[in-house]
């Protein structure tokens, strides 16, 4: 867990001894650099500090690759800001314990960026009419076409990678970006010990796909923690963290456009906090539930520790739950045939156990 909380604790010193006779270490120098344009050609970004300017774009067929303990600073004043990896492009991200790799923004703002976006070609459902395999357009303003056929694909690989300050309004919809949004993305990509912190929207959010995460954490996040939509069905996800402060909705939110799937998405250890007073984006909607289904959406989740999911504090008085189903179409299709799981639950200052 130590290792998990890099993101939000300080880390300890570690101290060893050496002998009069010993050869120092050397230090080694950070570099500065700026990432603007697109990348069409292999490039590595040495260990260092380095600016982004715009929607950077990594184009098929090519690798970014960014070295341990790099820092990368978006700057709001500049316009819309994010790091976009087309399908068939790559980014290798892979940070240690010690040094994490930390993409964050100027002035320390929620909403001040477009955070991590990854495309790629793996299955997709949003309709239950269309033939497979089924494409949509994205959300993010860049309106790119997702989804596929290929189960396996690559996006790369991020181990160790923090986000802070992302869910920039997006200008052409009004939307807001998530701190990762994974489009269709494929079972080959690794996403390992990851941190979302203090977006202006969701932490996590899955477009369909097969990826699957290990070691998330989600903290402090305006709308969800974790949120998927299209048929998303990651099989081996695991130890995931949300702490929802300030402004927070779901814990996490499962729609699939109502298309009744025949496969869910499994999850194993998740714990999903609230702290007290948090309240909702818009305070005229019951939105403070650890889990949300609606519109079809399902999933499997066991080892789950579920806390503070209660009464908002605000003139408006709201009672969270533990999971909420949204419609009667999910409680008949998800709920009565058992393709919504929650098992092995523990519930603290969380009353009210199923909302419908």
Not at 65 to 89: H, Y
Not at 216 to 230: H, M, R, T
Not at 285 to 302: C, M, P, R, T, V
Request: hydrophobic share 35%.
């Amino acid at each position: 867990m130590k290792k998990l909380l890099y993101a939000i604790a300080v880390s300890a010193t570690i101290i060893t001894g050496c002998g009069k006779d010993d050869e120092p270490t050397p230090t080694k120098v950070p570099v500065e650099g700026e990432i603007t344009g697109d990348i069409t050609a292999n490039r590595t970004l040495a260990f260092g500090n380095y600016t982004l300017k715009g929607m950077v774009k990594i184009q098929s067929g090519v690798t970014l690759t960014i070295e341990a303990g790099s820092t990368i600073t978006a700057d709001k004043s500049n316009g819309e800001d994010g790091l976009v990896v087309l399908n068939g492009g790559k980014l290798i991200a892979n940070g240690t314990s010690d040094n994490p790799i930390v993409l964050t923004e100027k002035s320390k703002v929620a909403g001040s960026w477009a955070g991590i976006i990854m495309y790629g070609d793996a299955p997709i459902v949003n309709s239950a009419t269309a033939p497979a395999p089924q494409v949509a357009t994205s959300e993010d303003g860049l309106s790119l076409t997702y989804g596929g056929s290929n189960a396996a694909h690559n996006g790369g690989s991020l181990k160790f990678v923090r986000i802070e300050y992302a869910g920039q309004v997006i200008t052409t919809n009004n939307k807001e970006h998530n701190g990762f949004s994974f489009y269709s993305v494929g079972s080959g990509t690794v996403l390992e010990n990851l941190v979302s912190y203090k977006g202006n929207d969701d932490g996590f959010e899955f477009y369909g796909g097969t990826v699957s995460g290990k070691n998330l954490i989600s903290y402090g996040n305006s709308d969800d923690s974790f949120d998927w939509q299209d048929g998303w069905r990651g099989q081996e996800n695991t130890n995931w963290f949300a702490y929802q402060t300030g402004i927070g909705n779901y814990g996490v939110e499962v729609e699939t456009k109502g298309v009744n799937n025949a496969f869910w998405p499994k999850v194993t250890n998740i714990t999903l906090k609230r702290a007290a007073g948090t309240v909702t984006e818009a305070q005229s909607e019951i939105q403070l539930d650890a889990f949300q289904f609606k519109a079809n959406g399902n999933g499997e989740f066991s080892n789950v520790v579920i806390d503070g999911y209660i009464n908002q504090t605000t003139p408006t008085a709201f009672t969270g739950g533990a999971v909420q189903i949204r419609d009667l179409v999910t409680y008949d299709n998800q709920v009565l045939t058992g393709k919504i799981k929650i098992t092995n639950v523990k519930l603290n200052n969380t009353p009210t156990v199923f909302i419908t």
